[in-house]
């Protein structure tokens, strides 16, 4: 029990807010979002290309919100951005439920890509914040471990809930988002200081892009994340087409397939977080984004169950390795007055989850399943360039850094 005590105090209440909460909204988003291509299809007749559009759309936004709102957060405060993000996306998800034309959810899904955006790198950093350095990867770790329990759930139940009404669906999650805005606020409410405990940052937006723009490192873990995060896109966006053209209930093989992957980053996530922590951290960029490729590689091939579920599971150890290793590097690299904005600045590999789907939808239109996922590996197994020369620089500066220390 003492222990379990001690393991509880390492986090600031704050900090355990935001790790539930991550657990709730994420699985709402879980219930709706990866079947939100299959219901415009089904419902709305809306041919792949536009559907990739519609969900490539979200994440084009999250490449300029995220450095909005994560500098924004340096300037203002940690608390203002995260209650409008959370108030606005269930006001989106409240509109999905009246929407009859695939304008309105890509104006909707773009909103949303915005404020998920302004949420993402805030809160992060606002953990970052309330946490000691030597707890930090431990936190990080907590928090992705959040989202993938959420992101197990949410699928199953919303394969139901889509199977009964679309509209309840997308209105349980909205509320579930508002619901969850409210107590957030009155968390930070309570704990005041908590929104003055960053260092702030007097820096206008040009000086602090100027700043970011000149951290090579960061731009060459940009850039490598664009190509990956083309290849990881497929999962909202194209895969579940794939499945429910080419294998026998490809819609609940896709449900079982999302839990899957979940499942498999909650449990091995902190397994493999020890491993690896023994090696650089592009290095281990560079493995996860070997075994993404081949992941894709593998849903191209699948024509059953079997083949899918083994390229889900190569596909779940490169997110392992890519995704917490990514807000570690983030972290290292940001000062305190600039450490939402470096979150922020992150986002623009999203760039990518915006491409992927774009590209994948006129692939898989004009050509088959496994054409596109073989040239989608293609490009992502391209991030090893990147990852290659961010890693020489990263250790290059690591050193000069030392020197300078010494």
Known sequence: ????????????????????????????????????????????????WIIGITVGISPLMSTVGGFIGGQLSDRWGRKPIMLFSLFTIAVVYFGFMIADHAGWFILLNAV??????????????????????????????????????????????????????AQTTFFYTGLIYFIYGLVLMLILSKYSK???????????????????????AL??????????????????SNLPQHLEGSIENGVVLYSILLSINAVLVVFLSMPVSMIVSKFKPMQVMKVGAILTSLGLIGFGMSQGWVIAI????LLTLGEILIFPTNSLLIDELASEQ???TYFGASQFRKLGSFLGPVLGG?????????????????????????????????????????????
Not at 7 to 35: C, D, E, S, Y
């Open 1 to 48: 029990m003492s222990k379990i005590f001690v393991f509880f105090k390492q986090f600031h209440p704050v900090v355990w807010t935001i790790l539930v909460g991550m657990i709730l909204i994420r699985g709402a988003a879980f219930m709706t979002l990866p079947f939100l291509s299959i219901y415009l299809s089904r419902n709305l007749d809306v041919n792949p």
């Open 112 to 165: 949303l890509g915005l404020c998920n955006a302004f949420f993402e790198p805030t809160s992060q950093a606002l953990i970052a914040d309330l946490t000691t350095k030597e707890n930090r990867m431990l936190a990080y770790s907590l928090r992705y471990t959040a989202i993938n329990i959420g992101a197990a759930v949410g699928p199953l139940v919303g394969v139901y809930l889509i199977s009964q009404s």
């Open 194 to 216: 908590t929104n003055s405990m960053a260092v702030k940052s007097n820096n206008s937006f040009r000086e602090a892009f100027h700043i970011v723009k000149k951290d090579k």
């Open 219 to 236: 731009r060459y873990l940009i850039f490598g994340g664009i190509l990956i995060n083309m290849g990881y896109a497929q999962n909202s």
């Open 310 to 313: 083994i390229a889900m599971t």
């Open 338 to 340: 600039l450490r939402g």
């Open 362 to 406: 006129y692939l898989f239109n004009y050509f088959d399943g496994p054409t596109m996922f073989m040239i989608i590996s293609i490009i992502s197994l391209g991030s090893l360039y990147f990852f290659t020369i961010g890693n020489r620089v990263y250790a290059n500066a690591h050193i000069k850094e030392v020197s300078n220390f010494n």
